[in-house]
């Protein structure tokens, strides 16, 4: 989490390096605190463990997946 201290740090950096203009210090101020947010965000993506990927089908379905051209055992015959 970004505190008031970072985002006052980085605004006050920012005036310094861009000659300390007059009247800025809230423009300076929600530009330091979105970079702070960004970059946050940034690492937190990047910091993340992957998706858990849900197995899609049974171990035993491996199993029962047919190969081209050859046919389940009854398949040819109509319900009743």
């Known amino acids: ?39 946050e965000k940034a690492h937190v993506i990047e910091l993340a463990p992957p998706p858990l990927i849900p197995e899609l089908s049974p171990p035993q379905a491996a199993t029962t997946v047919l190969q081209p051209g050859k046919r389940r055992k009854y398949a040819h015959r109509k319900k009743k």
């Open 1 to 39: 989490m970004v505190t008031e201290e970072q985002i006052k740090e980085l605004a006050h950096a920012i005036w310094e390096q861009e000659g300390r203009p007059e009247g800025k210090d809230v423009e300076y101020y929600f530009r330091a605190k979105k970079i702070l947010e960004e970059r």
